[in-house]
């Protein structure tokens, strides 16, 4: 009984410790189904319900932060400093994007007496900024034939009917 838990355990160890490293590894911003295909064919053994539940467990521990909802997937990053998003609301793509007022950003999330907590009363504790648009791949897509403003309405229609 001991040696059975004894080997679950570093099992169990042993796969926390590959999907930490996988969401660590990339700046792809994945959910929880990524993490799992890249590693289920290292680990077989390995459930979907497993990597949630580790997932769950770093983000308590402040290992792993979530930054959104994306496309219904809420998707997670291991760079747990806080820093802005931009999302294509079309392929669900999500890049970190370096920003020039981090400094005012960071006050405000550190409770100082700016503008930002003054007016509104509240104590900040995190942040999360998401900017929605088109990616240049699907900005490139939709540029084609189309003269007007490329909209993420329009190039999810021209994927659906490009059967895509
Ligand atoms: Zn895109
Ligand atoms: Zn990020």
């Not at 890049?95 to 981090?102: G, N, Y």
């Not at 648009?133 to 939709?142: E, S, T, V």
Request: hydrophobic share 35%; proline share 5%; net charge positive.
């Amino acid at each position: 009984m001991v040696r059975l838990m004894g080997d679950t355990g570093r099992k169990r160890s042993r796969q926390r410790e590959a999907i930490l490293e996988v969401i660590r590894s990339t700046s792809a911003h994945p959910g929880a189904q990524w993490v799992y295909d890249r590693l289920k064919p290292r680990i077989p053994g390995l459930s979907l319900a497993t990597v949630y539940r580790n997932i769950r467990g770093f983000r308590e521990e402040g290992q792993v932060i979530s930054v959104g909802v994306v496309n219904g997937e809420e998707r997670f990053d291991g760079l747990v400093s806080p820093h802005p998003h931009l999302v294509c609301g079309c392929c669900g793509k999500m890049v970190d994007l370096p920003c020039p007022d981090e400094a005012v950003l960071k006050s405000l999330t550190a409770g100082q007496t700016t503008a930002g907590n003054k007016t509104s009363g509240f104590v900040i504790d995190y942040r999360k900024t998401l900017f929605y648009g088109l990616c240049p791949d699907c900005a490139g897509r939709a540029a084609g034939s189309d003269a007007g403003t490329i909209t993420v309405a329009k190039v999810k229609r021209r994927l659906v009917k490009a059967g895509a």
